[in-house]
């Protein structure tokens, strides 16, 4: 059975902390690795990774992928409250997504 | 970009009673099309996979005849829980998988969801 698990479960921090959240998975074919970020709603698209060491960058978050160890992690420096929300990982095999617990991000002011 | 609607967007009822969620793709077309559901605090777990013109593969757990799902066209799935109660309270969650060319092959773009709660 696939599995993807993140730590931590929950994290909270000041404002212009750097924060790093990780995500490893057990898949038996493994795709991609994606990174979401949900706020009230539904999840929104941040990541998509697929080859190891290639590091993606979108403003503060910055995403990478070690296929060697089976692990990704998510990046944000300079956190701001905006920030707060439920961070993602999900695997994505040919027929669906798995979707780890998700780590919850607090910034204090 | 790629857009999801769901509606409604919350939805209120008394228990006993069904309760129809509808998933839109409203510029592409989307043979594929997952319903997710949320409990406060944890992720999404995906209840079943639809598909366009045949039957909805669920995952396992999900009862089939409680969570009705059709997929008539490649823009509309709809997902109908049945003499909904209380514990069936959660947040639903769609997300449609571009049929077209172009973008990765898995990727998935969501719907806003759907509060549910059952009184």
């Known amino acids: 059975e696939d599995k993807v698990v993140q730590s931590p479960l929950s994290l909270v921090v000041h404002e212009g902390d750097t924060v790093t959240l990780n995500c490893s998975y057990e898949?038996?074919?493994?795709?991609?690795l994606l990174w979401y970020k949900q706020e009230k709603k539904a999840p929104t698209f941040l990541f998509m990774l697929?080859?190891?060491?290639i590091e993606k960058k979108s403003g503060r978050l910055s995403s990478i992928l070690d296929k060697k160890e089976l692990f990704s992690i998510l990046n944000i420096t300079a956190t701001q409250t905006g920030d707060s929300a439920i961070y993602l990982c999900a695997e994505g095999s040919a027929r669906q997504l798995t979707f780890g617990s998700g780590t919850q991000l607090t910034v204090l002011p | 970009g790629a857009v999801v609607s769901q509606h409604p967007s919350r939805v209120i009822c008394k228990s006993g009673t069904s309760v129809k969620i509808e998933c839109r793709s409203l510029?592409?077309?989307?043979?594929?099309m997952f319903w997710y559901r949320q409990f406060p605090k944890q992720s999404l777990m995906l209840m079943a996979t639809?598909?366009?013109?045949?039957?909805?593969?669920?995952e396992q757990g999900v009862e089939k005849d409680k969570f009705l799902i059709n997929h008539a066209s490649l823009t509309l799935s709809t997902l109908t829980v049945t003499s909904a109660h209380p514990e069936d309270s959660s947040f639903y969650i769609c997300?449609?998988?571009?049929?077209?060319?172009?973008?990765?092959?898995?990727?998935?773009?969501f719907g806003p969801g759907t509060r549910l709660t059952v009184l």
């Open positions: 997300s449609a998988r571009n049929s077209g060319s172009g973008g990765y092959d898995n990727e998935q773009f």
């Open positions: 510029d592409f077309q989307a043979t594929t």
């Open positions: 639809s598909n366009e013109g045949s039957k909805a593969t669920y």
């Open positions: 898949v038996t074919n493994f795709r991609s």
């Open positions: 697929t080859s190891s060491g």
